[in-house]
Structure formats: C-alpha cells, structure tokens
C-alpha cells in the first residue's frame, strides 16, 4: 500500500464524520432558508400546495419530520466526530474536516433535488416561472459543493503526504 492511500485511510473516520455532518447541516440549510425564511417551497408543496389550513397542516408536520432527520443526521455526525478525535492514528485537519463538510452538503443538495425535486415532483425550490431552472441551480450549487469539498481533501492528503 502506497502513502498516500495510506493516509488516506487514516483520515477516513474524519471524512466520514464529516460527509454526515455536512448531510444534516445542508439539510438544516435547505430547510430554514427555502422552507422557513424564504418560504418558497415545503416538503410537499407541489402535491398539497398551502391552499387551505389542511395542506399546511400536513406540509409543517412534514417539514417537521424533515427537520427530525436533518437534526439526526447531524447527531450521528457530531458522535463521528467524536470517536474519530479519541483516535491516536486519525490526523487532524481543518482542510479536510472542511471539505468532507463541504461533499456532505453538496451530497445532500444532489439527491435531494434529483429524487424530491425531479422524480418524486414533491416540491421544487421556487415554483413557477423557470422552476427547472432553480432546480437544475440547486443541483449544480450541491456538484459544486461536492467537488471543491474533494479537490479540498485530494490537495490536503498531498500537503500531508509530503
């Protein structure tokens, strides 16, 4: 095994803790930005649009439960990180940290624009008018996230490896 695949694994706890941190986190995003300030969408807004106070019952326990999971992915990721900094063989760094953060956040803007916005139709992030648009954007914005989060690990495991 070469030392660079090596110091790879080594930072593997680190990133993994990471990558789920950045889940919960850009789903924290997502829902308080799009869901509560902006207002522009809710999980199920495009199915049961908030025409009466039924829909925007069932669209604030489903935000809700949105929430719940964003808040547990961040949980688990806080516990990875946790464990990873009681280990001796785990380096440290901020460059990584930051950019598994950063793949985990974007991750998370792809799946769920792709399955929420696209397959399922659930919810778009603004409605109307170029909606594709903003929904195409929002994908994008998470494959950008995602691959500066890489570039940001690949370029810390040379610095460490030299």
């Not at 993994?16 to 199920?44: E, K, N, R, T």
């Not at 990873?84 to 901020?94: K, N, T």
């Not at 991750?107 to 919810?123: P, R, W």
């Not at 929002?138 to 989060?149: E, M, S, W």
Request: hydrophobic share 50%; proline share 3%; glycine share 12%.
């Amino acid at each position: 095994m070469d030392a660079k695949s090596t110091t790879l694994n080594r930072r593997t706890p680190l990133i993994i803790a990471g990558v789920v941190l950045g889940l919960g986190l850009g789903g924290f995003v997502d829902g308080i930005l799009l869901h509560q300030l902006l207002q522009w969408h809710h999980m199920l807004s495009n199915i049961r649009p908030l025409t009466n106070v039924a829909n925007e019952d069932l669209n604030m326990i489903w935000d809700g439960l949105f929430h719940a999971f964003d808040w547990l992915l961040t949980v688990v990721g806080i516990i990875l990180l946790w464990r990873a900094g009681g280990r001796d063989d785990v380096p440290w760094s901020s460059q990584t940290f930051v950019g598994s953060i950063l793949i985990g956040a974007g991750l998370f803007d792809v799946v769920e624009g792709l399955i929420d916005h696209q397959i399922l139709g659930i919810h778009h992030v603004k409605p109307g008018p170029n909606q594709l648009a903003w929904d195409l954007g929002f994908i994008a914005f998470g494959g950008l996230l995602a691959v500066i989060g890489w570039i940001m690990i690949k370029k810390d495991s040379i610095v460490i490896r030299e």
